[in-house]
């Protein structure tokens, strides 16, 4: 059985922990990534290559970075990428329009899911069901909970149901009721065989046709639309497989507290702190965090936010996100820490006409061949060897050398060496931002 990983979401209700440059499945706040751990979970019914990923174009190389750290590689064709995020359903479209047929599974890549023998044994009956069935997956719940939708089972397919109907998530009086009748939580989970795909496809969403056709060319043509809204809940033909495991969409901060082990006062903790007289907070800090004679709090200290709010109102955050993304602050889409296919770098600090940031380069790669009309750059190298490229002459710089780049010279740095290159950047002019680059060459085929 085949396997689709949608690892394209921006996972906006845990911010200031994730943003648009690094979404929720991408964080490591379980061990292992949330996106890591799908494609781990992935291998239960699939081999390398089996498994597809559909992600954006912003987002190509992190997914590469994480399957790299875990030993994975799967084929070149079986990277997906949407040009932009339009849901579920056109994505799961773009799959099969990219090769994926048969019968496959579809797995979101930011949810904690607990494979024991029943999440298995699901998968099974799921496979078989799928001959003639779209086949999602019920969670028995553990409680009454207002942030998930619900299932309601109906007539009984051998192992499985058929799906009466698809709830929205419920008020807590009614979340107690679903729960009392027997409904179960859409774990956003499916397994689908792509002839019965096809033919529910047609006939509800015949839009949804035009990718299958044109690929990734019809995106400025079709809905942006869940498979939920635009499919299943419209078909006769969807079956549901209860399974009772451990799971969580992780679709806010009270739901990470859920998950994360307590200390005696029941306070979860990721980072460093100190909890006086303090029960019962999330704490997730990247410096010292100090919590006296409070309780029922969320605390999120990132280099550059910090976010204090009740337990229980975690839906702020979206809309703090939204307040950021509206302004154009640029908060809202990155860390002081960015992500690229030669490594990374943090910004230190900025002001008028500066910023200095630290570069860390991988082992044998190289950031691209380029040039800035607006500033100037002085390196120091900090940590490794650097094979530097001004204008055409090379030199290689050690620890505790530096060279500059005037504005306009065009320009490489390249780790040579075995171990990570770390360089101190400094960068002044009349306009700094990420966008006054040209480049002629370059190793990921950003030109």
């Given amino acids: 059985m085949k396997t689709v990983i949608l690892a394209g979401g921006k996972g906006t209700r845990l911010w200031p922990l994730?943003?648009?440059?690094?979404?929720?499945?991408?964080?490591?706040?379980?061990?292992?990534?949330?996106?890591?751990?799908?494609?781990?979970?992935a291998f239960i019914f699939s081999k390398p290559d089996e498994i597809f990923v559909v992600t954006n174009k912003e987002y190509k190389f992190r997914v590469l970075?994480?399957?790299?750290?875990?030993?994975?590689?799967?084929?070149?064709?079986?990277?997906?990428?949407?040009?932009?995020?339009?849901?579920?359903?056109?994505?799961?479209?773009?799959?099969?329009?990219?090769?994926?047929?048969?019968?496959?599974?579809?797995?979101?890549?930011?949810?904690?899911?607990?494979?024991?023998?029943?999440?298995?044994?699901?998968?099974?009956?799921?496979?078989?069901?799928?001959?003639?069935?779209?086949?999602t997956f019920g969670i028995k719940p553990t409680k009454p909970h207002t942030g998930y939708g619900?299932?309601?089972?109906?007539?009984?397919?051998?192992?499985?149901?058929?799906?009466?109907?698809?709830?929205?998530?419920?008020?807590?009086?009614?979340?107690?009721?679903?729960?009392?009748?027997?409904?179960?939580w859409?774990?956003?989970?499916?397994?689908?065989?792509?002839?019965?795909?096809?033919?529910?496809?047609?006939?509800h969403a015949p839009d949804m046709l035009e990718i299958l056709e044109k690929g990734e060319k019809a995106y400025d043509k079709v809905r942006e639309i869940s498979i939920d809204y635009g499919l299943l809940e419209k078909s006769n033909k969807v079956a549901v497989v209860p399974m009772e495991t451990r799971w969580s969409d992780v679709g806010n901060f009270d739901a990470?507290?859920?998950?994360?082990?307590?200390?005696?006062?029941?306070?979860?903790?990721?980072?460093?702190?100190?909890?006086?007289?303090?029960?019962?907070?999330?704490i997730i800090s990247q410096k010292l965090a100090v919590l006296a004679g409070v309780e029922d709090l969320i605390v999120v200290n990132t280099?550059?936010?910090?976010?204090?709010?009740?337990?229980?109102?975690?839906e702020v955050v979206k809309k703090v996100y939204e307040k950021l993304q509206k302004e154009g602050d640029r908060r809202a889409e990155m860390h002081r820490t960015a992500y690229r296919p030669w490594g990374s770098y943090k910004m230190i600090e900025e002001g008028q006409g500066y910023r200095v940031k630290r570069l860390i380069i991988k082992p044998k790669k190289r950031i691209s061949l380029q040039r800035h009309y607006h500033r100037s750059e002085h390196w120091v190298v900090v940590r490794g060897?650097?094979?530097?490229?001004?204008?055409?002459?090379?030199?290689?710089?050690?620890?505790?050398?530096?060279?500059?780049?005037?504005?306009?010279?065009?320009h490489r740095i390249e780790n040579p060496g075995k171990i990570p290159l770390e360089i101190i950047e400094i960068q002044i002019g009349e306009y700094i931002e990420e966008d006054d680059?040209?480049?002629?060459?370059?190793d990921f085929g950003r030109c």
């Fill in 385 to 410: 060897t650097a094979r530097i490229t001004v204008d055409g002459k090379e030199i290689l710089l050690r620890s505790g050398e530096s060279t500059f780049v005037p504005a306009g010279a065009i």
């Fill in 65 to 135: 970075d994480d399957l790299e750290e875990i030993g994975v590689r799967i084929p070149d064709e079986n990277l997906i990428l949407e040009p932009k995020a339009m849901n579920t359903l056109p994505a799961i479209c773009l799959a099969v329009k990219n090769g994926v047929n048969g019968k496959f599974a579809v797995l979101p890549s930011d949810h904690i899911v607990e494979v024991n023998e029943n999440y298995i044994s699901a998968f099974k009956v799921a496979e078989k069901v799928s001959d003639e069935y779209l086949v």
């Fill in 186 to 203: 859409n774990s956003g989970m499916f397994v689908f065989d792509s002839r019965v795909f096809l033919e529910e496809l047609e006939k």
């Fill in 256 to 282: 990470i507290y859920d998950l994360w082990e307590k200390d005696p006062d029941g306070n979860a903790v990721n980072g460093e702190a100190i909890c006086m007289d303090a029960r019962n907070n999330l």
């Fill in 150 to 184: 619900y299932i309601k089972p109906g007539e009984r397919i051998g192992d499985a149901f058929k799906v009466d109907d698809f709830k929205e998530k419920p008020n807590s009086e009614l979340a107690k009721r679903y729960v009392e009748m027997g409904y179960l």
């Fill in 18 to 41: 994730s943003r648009e440059t690094m979404p929720k499945q991408f964080l490591k706040i379980f061990g292992n990534s949330l996106f890591q751990k799908t494609v781990q979970r």
């Fill in 437 to 442: 680059i040209e480049r002629f060459e370059d």
């Fill in 303 to 314: 280099d550059d936010a910090l976010l204090v709010a009740r337990r229980g109102k975690g």
